[in-house]
């Protein structure tokens, strides 16, 4: 009998995130796939009937401090193989740090940088020791070394998810987990837009055979889909 694996997928609802789901639930996984209005979720709640009880569909809204901190709360002591937190958003249609409120600045990394690091080190305990792996859906736009510009403050939410990442990787140190920032591609969902270039499930595909390929590996790396190195 094949061993029993649990995959946390923060934002499964639709993109990239439901694209991971069904290929961890087609490779026999069990999923836990948060969604911020489960019963509207309807791709995943079809996925959930076919599913044998292997997919679970707990509402998460990232953007509500007290639902992060109280999520690990919610997998009844489950011990999970991997996380991946995905769920992100664009930002203001205006993307300029001259333009930018406090309020849409501070919701923007809320969301795309702070809660991820904030759920990724409450969950940290129940990741599997050894052959762990907790990955964060960057962006090639976060990378500091390749910023050409544009989209500036998608990309500071990004760096600075990057940023926090690093510094739970150091903070975990002697738990040997494996902590991944993803590129996930440019994908054709409806942040990346139609003319993108990579499907969701090429992306997808390529983000669960990374992730399994780092499982074991102890250390923190800037990956894309295809698992060629970012550079920070
Ligand atoms: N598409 C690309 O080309 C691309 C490139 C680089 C990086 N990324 C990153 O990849 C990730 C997924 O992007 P995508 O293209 O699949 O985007 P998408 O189709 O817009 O999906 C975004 C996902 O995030 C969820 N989400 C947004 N705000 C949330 C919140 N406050 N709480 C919980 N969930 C929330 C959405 O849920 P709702 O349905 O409830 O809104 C949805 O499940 C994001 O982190 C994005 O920054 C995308």
Redesign the pocket.
Known sequence: MAEHKLALIV???????LGVTKDFLAQGWEVIA????PAQASALQDLASASNGRLTIPR????DPVEVDGFGATLGGKTVDVVLV????SGPAHRSASEVTPEEIGALMF??AIAPVRLARSLAGQVRSGSGVIAF?S?V?GSVADNSGGHELYRASKAALNSLSRGLWGELGGRKLTLVSL?????R????GQS?AVSVDDSAAGIVSVLQQQKGAHQHRFLDYTGKEIRW
């Open positions: 934002g499964g609802n639709r993109g990239i995130g948060t969604a911020r209005q998460l809204d990232m953007s995905n769920a992100g958003i969301v795309n859906t962006s736009m590129h996930p591609g440019w994908v969902t409806d942040m990346g993108a």
